[in-house]
């Protein structure tokens, strides 16, 4: 017998063009479809099939769309899709319009799959505790306050509830490939829900995942990838024999050549080839490029890993249970090493390998080296090195993600209530010890590093000049804002009054690139644990209202801090206190623009020519040197603190001028 869409002899041309069905009447095939595409196909149980008109470009070849040389079973098949050459078969799929499946040895799914939804990864601590569930829109805000706010039983127990809630939406009977997808080449791919215009190119396996993908923002799975237990984002590309398991891949995030990880997490931006790694928690613009790497048991964001960089979590004891947390913006050198437990400061530098455990939270932008076996620290010598201006700037310009809901909210200052708020604790500590530590003693112990005593006066007047540019500028950035729409001296002083409704404006958190009062993450964990928040989406909402209010709370931070430092409320200032201001801060920005503009040069010097010119004299290795490097005199980033150099000097002036004439 025959199903109502397909006639006796349709039925027969299929028989004759090799098709065969364990029941014709299950299968449906549009009308408008022209049989000669359809060869080769086995029919199993309930099969839809479109219009498959039209041709796809495949291997830079022109190919029709159609159905050839392939096992269908319980799927439906949309229009214009090609699928051809199918190992074992295509079972328990949605198919949808304009679909590439070529030389795919199989993809099929069970019912009751979640498709890498709800997943538990053990990250951070292989010993477990700081488990992060896994959907599909998962962010770094979301994914930290599961595996960092472990203090709070109910937010937590809550929490997961919620995540798990929101896991169970994506258990189906059947996958789906979405619209425009690609998939050639490939192994058995199984339980993985591929989104539209994702590309998938010779993956090996694929077992139990999502590939979130989107026309603005195609999402990419290359040659040899094997994956297991996983959430790739929008954007994401995963080539090169990379092997993962139980792994979330955030947006825009780049990964291959053969690096591995496990039970790990990596957003927004993140970069990582070569290395492996083993819990970690990869917070946006996470990179590591080199062979020999090992990332294990950290907290990182905004952070470089320098070649053959390594940790240990294990001393021998109860396991491997140790952590470590290195804040925004750390840098490793090659083949450093660090023995966890550590806590290392905001954009602080680590070269060499260190056997004890640092807890230097207080102290960033700092540089930590090892002498003969003994770890040192150097507090805020990174604030005046190039290499951190220009990170600064080219985070932002990094940012790879297209796609419509950019979801790890990032906040990408430098200089923020958060660094600062910690240079502030740091400079009192540091001249806290420089009174009481007698003359006679060289060094002092801290955080388990050493400190030269010399250097705490230093370190101290280095941090009071980051905060005196930061605090008087934000000042003078608000009242050139207002300039225009109040004339009148009072006027604009009221237009500086804060409007955040802050209680405790000087106590900040990273959480995972969202700089936030840590208020509003008490403010969230209440809501979460007393149940008025019901929802994963309002969760995600909460920290997108943070991200909303960061400028606001922001400016509370500024004038509550600029009152404690300076003695007056920005919105209380005289004229002259104003111009006081002005002063202070182009004290403050000269001085440490100098300073970088400095370091900056020595890229410049003589030995930096070294390699340069070889067997040739001086003048030709000069030459030889500037036509592969370039001059100060053209270099762009050296040109562009120069040009900062006089910017100072014409903010200074500007300012000055709109006090001076305010009325």
């Known amino acids: 017998m025959t199903s109502p869409h397909l006639t006796e002899q349709q039925v027969q041309q299929l028989l004759h063009q090799g098709c065969t069905a364990t029941d014709w009447r299950a299968v449906n095939i549009s009308p408008s479809t022209d049989l000669q595409r359809i060869q080769r196909v086995h029919f199993f149980g309930s099969v839809v099939v479109g219009d498959l008109s039209g041709s796809h470009i495949v291997d830079e070849v022109e190919m029709r769309c159609g159905i050839y040389h392939a096992s269908i079973s319980n799927c439906v098949i949309g229009n214009q899709v090609r699928v051809a050459h199918i190992g074992s078969a295509i079972a328990n799929y949605v198919v949808e319009d304009g679909v590439v499946i070529q030389n795919v040895a199989a993809l099929t799914a069970t019912p009751g799959a979640s498709f890498g939804n709800g997943v538990e990864v053990e990250t951070i601590n292989e010993g477990g505790g700081r488990t992060v569930t896994l959907v599909n829109d998962l962010t770094a805000q979301v994914a930290f306050a599961q595996a960092m706010m472990r203090h709070n039983d109910e937010f937590n127990r809550r929490l997961s509830g919620l995540l798990r809630k929101h896991a169970q939406r994506s258990v189906s009977d059947r996958g789906k490939v979405g619209t425009g997808a690609r998939l050639l080449h ?23 995942g999502t590939i979130n993908s989107s026309k603005e923002h195609t999402s990419e799975v290359g040659a040899d990838v094997q994956a297991k237990s996983f959430v790739i984002a929008e954007g994401a590309r995963i080539e090169s024999g990379a092997i993962l398991d139980k792994v979330f891949v955030g947006q825009g995030v780049k990964m291959g050549k053969q690096f591995s990880a496990e039970n790990s997490l990596f957003f927004a931006n993140c970069e990582a080839f070569h290395g492996e790694a083993v819990a970690v928690f990869a917070g946006p613009y996470t990179v590591t490029h080199h062979k ?13 890993a320098g070649s053959g960089s390594n940790q240990s979590n294990h001393m021998y004891k109860l396991g491997p249970v140790h952590q470590g947390i290195l804040e925004r913006g750390c840098k490793t050198g090659s083949f450093s090493y660090l023995l966890h437990e550590n806590h290392i400061g905001a954009f602080s530098v680590v070269i060499g390998k260190h056997y004890t455990n640092m807890n230097v939270p207080h102290l960033p932008f700092s540089y930590i080296h090892e002498e003969e076996g003994v770890s040192k620290i150097i507090p805020g010598m990174n604030l005046f090195s190039v290499g951190m201006v220009r990170d600064g700037e080219k985070w932002p310009k990094r940012d790879h993600r297209k796609a419509t809901d950019k979801r790890d909210l990032i906040v990408f200052d430098i200089f923020s209530p958060y660094t600062v708020e910690k240079m502030r604790r740091g400079r009192d500590e540091l001249l806290k010890l420089s009174e009481i530590v007698p003359k006679e003693k060289s060094f002092v112990q801290y955080g388990g590093l050493q400190l030269s005593r010399l250097l705490l006066k230093k370190g101290a007047k280095y941090y009071s000049l980051a905060i005196d540019r930061y605090l008087h500028g934000k000042v003078l950035d608000a009242l050139m804002r207002y300039r225009k729409s109040s004339k009148q001296w009072d006027e604009l002083l009221r237009s500086l009054t804060p409007t955040s409704d802050l209680r405790a404006p000087g106590e900040w958190t990273d959480i995972s690139g969202l700089l936030t009062p840590r208020e509003r993450m008490a403010a969230l964990e209440s809501d979460v644990a007393s149940g008025s928040i019901t929802g994963y989406e309002e969760v995600r909402k909460k920290f997108q209202e943070m991200f909303g209010r960061y400028a606001e709370d922001e400016w509370k931070y500024v004038c509550e801090t600029y009152a404690s430092e300076y003695g007056v409320k920005p919105n209380e200032m005289t004229k002259e206190q104003a111009a006081h201001a002005v002063q202070e801060w182009e004290k403050a920005a000269t001085s440490l623009h100098g300073m970088i503009l400095e370091d900056s040069k020595k890229e410049f010097g003589a030995f930096a020519h070294i390699g340069y010119g070889v067997d040739q004299s001086d003048e030709h290795a000069r030459k030889d040197f500037e036509a592969v490097r370039g001059t100060i005199d053209t270099n762009p980033v050296v040109q562009k603190l120069l040009a900062e150099g006089v910017a100072i000097a014409n903010r200074r002036d500007e300012v000055l001028r709109l006090i001076e004439n305010a009325s």
């Open 186 to 208: 490939c192994g058995p791919i199984r339980n993985v829900n591929i989104g539209p215009y994702a590309y998938l190119h010779g993956a090996r396996s694929l077992d139990n």
């Open 292 to 304: 020999s790497t090992l990332l294990i048991a950290g907290v990182f964001s905004f952070y470089n």
